[in-house]
């Protein structure tokens, strides 16, 4: 602890008495200070214990000793010597009147006593508080270090929080909780990821402190990593601000836990390179092969049924959608990207990334995450917390972008995801195949996320709604429509009854109102017109999904 005014009076070579305000001794004393100025305020920093002999000032006189005192106390002056057997053999009556007014110590001290004894004695227990200081922090070094070796990061937020006499959590690059010490932190911890995140979103280092005087403790958060992008984040709680020693602890276990994120960084990356040659394996049909190289780096991924999922940044989706509609129907616009908010850090399969793998290393699961240029594909167990956390995270893409304004939309990259059906490493190629195919309709249909199970559900017609298939629709049916314009008939309701009812004659022109000698004539135009026979099943297919593609009151 720094020096404080009972320590120097408890000092058996200071001789001081203690003459007002005895019972605001244990105040630290930052320094002593000799003035003789009858204002000294000026040149005053707070927490001082000034020295006087009352060469200026008239130390009998009452009202100016209680502006004097009451100068110096609003300055933050600690305690006031006065020196005794100079210019008053004792401490007139006045300045004793004034300090226990305004409540500061006023200390005795002896003709035999020269100041720079006392100054001595502060710099000197200054100088020992600062070597203790650095001596625990030292200490706290080996022991934070010793646990992070040992324990990992709970052993080493254990060790912090002792070291503070408060606690300490770990966040994870998502912003949720990771570890906490003591365990009852938990709780507290939980309540600061909106802080976190914001932390995140800064280049690293950074820093902030968040609660005060009128909350439970006082937090500072720090982010952990070397990257634009922090990896992690510390919170230490305290109740009171951080000392020397303490400070030394918390900057000890920001050193180490950046050391250890790093180290994750390229084990990580190594990690990645296996499952890209699993994957490609899988794919290949070889997954024996694939279990031989992946050996227990995926526990029993590999051996229980899995999802597979692709996904795309928008703007990727977006190009490969005007491909495929150039290739289907030359005159057709791609169909436009789904307007999402972008993801933190602006690279959304970046953050898909870490939002899976975080979910999947709170739950104790195995997930195969492997980027493949534009693509990011994985491979999680069925119905494991890292799907589960896709399906959230897709979900509140798509909160955002239907509460989106129509300025945003477009502004920034987004994300288009498929996923398979549950499948085993031996049909791994044919689930690759289904996420592609569901990545393809959440394309066509603006949506963030579509599974395959969804595909085999509903009308296929959902599926055809795009602009290639539209364009077709309107080119195959475009003479139709232009011949009821003319009023000369009405060619597509009667095509549309009499398909609708599967060539029924009777019945499709009872629906229409008309003989059935009529609709047989106005197919025989349809026939016509078209030049195709209505005879043929692909040309009716061909038809009656045009007609469910178009508006019925199309003109």
């Keep these: 602890m720094p020096p404080t005014l009972a320590s120097l009076v408890n000092h058996s070579a200071l001789k001081l008495t203690v003459r007002a305000g005895g019972d605001r001794l244990d105040v630290p004393v930052r320094w002593a200070h000799v003035s003789e100025l009858a204002d000294p305020v000026p040149y005053m920093e707070g927490g001082e214990l000034l020295l006087i002999t009352a060469l200026k000032l008239d130390a009998e006189d009452r009202e100016a000793m209680r502006r004097y005192v ?262 057709a616009k791609p169909a436009p990207a789904a307007a999402l908010p972008a993801a933190p850090g602006g690279d959304p399969l970046a953050a898909l990334a870490e939002i899976v793998e975080a979910a999947a290393a709170r739950s104790g699961e195995a997930v195969l995450v492997v980027p493949d240029g534009e693509r990011l594909v994985v491979l999680a167990g069925d119905g494991s917390a890292a799907a589960a956390a896709c399906a959230e995270h897709a979900a509140a893409l798509e909160a955002a972008r239907a509460a989106a304004s129509e300025q945003r939309a477009g502004e920034e990259d987004e994300l288009v995801v498929g996923l398979s059906a549950p499948a085993g490493p031996i049909a791994a190629a044919a689930a690759y195949k289904q996420a592609e195919q569901a990545l393809s309709v959440a394309r066509r249909r603006g949506r963030v996320l579509v599974e395959h199970e969804q595909l085999a559900s509903g009308s296929v017609l959902p599926l055809l709604a795009d602009d290639a298939v539209r364009a077709f629709a309107d080119g195959l049916l475009r003479a139709l429509y232009e011949h009821d314009a003319t009023g000369r008939g009405d060619l597509v309701a009667s095509l549309r009854a009499w398909l609708s009812r599967h060539g029924q004659w009777d019945a499709a022109a009872a629906d229409l109102g008309v003989h059935r000698h009529t609709l047989r004539y106005r197919m025989r135009r349809v026939e016509e017109i078209l030049g195709r026979s209505l005879d043929d099943p692909d040309v009716r297919m061909e038809l009656w999904l045009a007609l469910k593609t178009t508006s019925p009151d199309h003109t």
Excluded at 112 to 125: C, E, G, H, M, Y
Excluded at 133 to 141: C, E, K, P, S
């Design 70 to 331: 009451k100068r110096l106390a609003g300055a933050g002056v600690v305690g006031l010597g006065f020196a005794v057997g100079v210019n008053y053999d004792e401490i007139p009556a006045a300045l004793v009147e004034a300090a226990e007014a305004e409540g500061l110590p006023l200390l005795e001290v002896p003709r035999r006593t020269p100041f720079l004894a006392i100054s001595k004695a502060v710099s000197a227990a200054i100088a020992a508080d600062q070597y203790r200081a650095v001596t625990a922090g030292f200490a706290a070094q080996r022991e934070l270090t010793r646990q992070a070796l040992n324990s990992g990061p709970e052993g080493l937020l254990a060790a912090l929080a002792a070291q503070v006499d408060g606690w300490a959590a770990l966040y994870d690059a998502s912003g949720a909780v990771v570890a906490t010490a003591p365990e009852w932190a938990n709780r507290r911890a939980a309540r600061l990821t909106a802080d976190v995140e914001r932390l995140r979103d800064r280049p690293a280092p950074a820093s902030a402190v968040v609660g005060g005087p009128d909350t439970e403790d006082r937090v500072e958060l720090h982010s952990i990593g070397t990257g634009r992008r922090p990896r992690a984040a510390l919170a230490v709680g305290t109740a009171a601000p951080l000392g020397t020693a303490e400070r030394y602890a918390v900057h000890s276990a920001i050193a180490l836990l950046t050391l250890t994120t790093e180290r994750s960084r390229s084990l990580h990356a190594a990690e990645q390179r296996i499952g890209a040659a699993v994957l490609r394996m899988l794919l290949a049909g070889q997954p024996d092969h694939a279990r031989a190289v992946a050996g227990d780096l995926y526990g029993g991924l590999l051996d229980a049924p899995f999802r597979v999922l692709v996904a795309e940044s928008a703007s990727a989706s977006a190009a490969r959608a005007h491909a495929d509609a150039h290739a289907r129907v030359p005159a």
